[in-house]
Each structure stands twice: as C-alpha cells, then as structure tokens.
T-cell receptor
Framework: AQKITQTQPGMFVQEKEAVTLDCTYD???????LFWYKQPSSGEMIFLIY??????QNATEGRYSLNFQKARKSANLVISASQLGDSAMYFC???????????FGTGTRLKVLA | KAGVTQTPRYLIKTRGQQVTLSCSPI?????VSWYQQTPGQGLQFLFE???????NKGNFPGRFSGRQFSNSRSEMNVSTLELGDSALYLC?????????????FGPGTRLTVT
C-alpha cells in the first residue's frame, strides 16, 4: 500500500532561520506528485507547493522550496526566513498519476520561536 | 474567485442518527474529495467524485456515502453515527483531470457525536 512518511512529529526553529521538513513517498509508480499543505490552528488546509516526479527542477514558491530527491522519492520542504506565522501543522501528500487518491502523512508540527 | 465552502461548520449529533454534509467547490473545479481528520488517525481519504462519478474510495464502512451533483457540489452522508465518527470532515476541490492537480480545501465541518 502507498504511504507518505513524515519522520518529524514536531520541530522548533528560531525566527528568521531556515527549516527543513521531511517527506518520503512509498510508491512503486514512477509517475506521481507530491504536495505540501499548511494547517494553522484555525483548521483550514492551505496548499503551499507541488513537485511532479518528472519535473526537471526543484519547485519554488516564495519562501517555500522543495529539495526533491527522485531516487528516494522524497520532497523535503524548506522554509526560509521563518516567521511567527509559519507556526502550524505541515502535511505532505502524494498521489500517483491517474488514481485521484491523495495520501497524506501524519504531519509535522512546526513552532517558530521569537 | 470564491473558495471551497462547507456547510454546516459545526454539528452535534447523537449516536444512531445520520448526518449530511455539504461542499461547494471552487468554480470550474469538477473534482471533489472528502477526508476525515482525527487526532489519532490523521487525514484519511474517504472518496473522490468527478463529474458525478465516484472515481476512488478509501477504506471506510458503507455507512459513509457521498454523491456529486451536476453543478459539482457534493454531499457526504454518514448513517448510524458512532462515537468514533467524531472528527473534522474536510472537502477539497481540484481540476484533477489527470490526478496531479493541487487540491484546495474548505474550512471543514466539525462533527461531534454524543
């Protein structure tokens, strides 16, 4: 069965520093996508960034970037210049092409310290 | 463009009752997915609809059902409620023509079963 693994249940980072959140997708399908979502305490899931398995370059969206390692099927999220508002749960999700079934990891709770 | 809306936002039901939750996707999105989020199990995929057809479903009992209307709005029904059904139910919409599109989530419906 497919599985998304996020190995860090919780992390702390100092304001203005960078932080990396891990995500690995256990799938045998070579065609897949990996997504990152942020869930603040309000509960709403916010889409952050996407990486396709055939994308040539690592995805970047503002302060968010992905360190994509194709051989490991991992897409680690890098948040640069952390802000207090970045404190939230972060979920990684994966979907294989044509399945329409998104698998979510258990999440990483990030706390940014002032 | 309006986001994904879910109604009601909060619901309290008694064991044995049934409940219907509603989701209106982003205009132009034809795919709607439903998830159950609990502290113990995380985010679990319930089912996905596209153009009124269920394309995929998760591992939930038959008490959980859904449907999608011609305007892409979707409803989810849970019959014979159990205490363990207490959760945040999230709906997400996407273009999802090929399965690799990002999903946009609604604010969720928090269901409490007493």
């Amino acid at each position: 069965a497919q599985k998304i693994t996020q190995t860090q249940p919780g992390m702390f980072v100092q304001e203005k520093e960078a932080v990396t959140l891990d995500c690995t997708y256990d799938t045998s399908d070579p065609s897949y996508g990996l997504f990152w979502y942020k869930q603040p305490s309000s509960g709403e899931m916010i889409f952050l960034i996407y990486q396709g398995s055939y994308d040539q370059q690592n995805a970047t969206e503002g302060r968010y970037s992905l360190n994509f390692q194709k051989a490991r099927k991992s897409a680690n999220l890098v948040i640069s210049a952390s802000q207090l508002g970045d404190s939230a749960m972060y979920f990684c999700a994966g979907v294989t092409s044509g399945t329409y079934k998104y698998i979510f990891g258990t999440g990483t709770r990030l706390k940014v310290l002032a | 463009k309006a986001g994904v809306t879910q109604t009601p936002r909060y619901l309290i039901k008694t064991r044995g009752q049934q409940v219907t939750l509603s989701c209106s996707p982003i205009s132009g999105h034809r795919s709607v997915s439903w998830y159950q989020q609990t502290p113990g199990q995380g985010l679990q995929f319930l089912f996905e609809y596209f153009s009124e057809t269920q394309r995929n479903k998760g591992n939930f009992p038959g008490r959980f059902s859904g449907r999608q209307f011609s305007n892409s709005r979707s409803e989810m029904n849970v019959s014979t409620l159990e205490l363990g059904d207490s959760a945040l139910y999230l709906c997400a919409s996407s273009l999802a023509v090929t399965g690799g599109d990002e999903q946009y989530f609604g604010p969720g419906t928090r269901l409490t079963v007493t």
